[in-house]
């Protein structure tokens, strides 16, 4: 069974740090864009960043220059490290996968999200 597995959450001051880690665990053939999203309590949840597996990237504007995301192929494990952050930033992060589970077949997982609260 294919399991998305987060941790790095937690409650920082404005201006602090966070680095969110996402780990894929289970059999699967391959992975190709991983991300993070978020949700606010009575907001929609948004993209904040993905990345594919040649290294691409996009993020959100609220996140340009402040977040860097990055993944290990080899870990098959996604990183978003979170500077600067604000009040703002604070919602339950989720991480997102499209994962080859065999060669013909891809799909959309989720991981159960991370708690980030920043407080000012």
């Known amino acids: 069974q294919v399991q998305l597995a987060e941790s790095g959450g937690g409650l920082v001051q404005a201006g602090g740090s966070l680095r969110l880690s996402c780990a894929v665990s289970?059999?699967?053939?391959?992975?190709?864009?991983m991300g993070w999203y978020r949700q606010a309590p009575g907001k929609k949840r948004e993209l904040v960043s993905a990345?594919?597996?040649?290294?691409?990237?996009n993020y959100a504007d609220s996140v340009k220059g402040r977040f860097t995301i990055s993944r290990d192929n080899a870990k098959n494990t996604v990183y978003l490290q979170m500077n600067s952050l604000k009040p703002k930033d604070t919602a339950v992060y989720y991480c997102?996968?499209?994962?080859?589970?065999?060669?013909?077949?891809?799909?959309?997982?989720w991981g159960q999200g991370t708690q980030v609260t920043v407080s000012s």
């Open positions: 289970g059999s699967i053939f391959s992975i190709d864009t």
């Open positions: 990345v594919t597996r040649g290294g691409g990237t």
């Open positions: 997102n996968a499209d994962i080859w589970v065999v060669i013909d077949f891809k799909t959309n997982y």
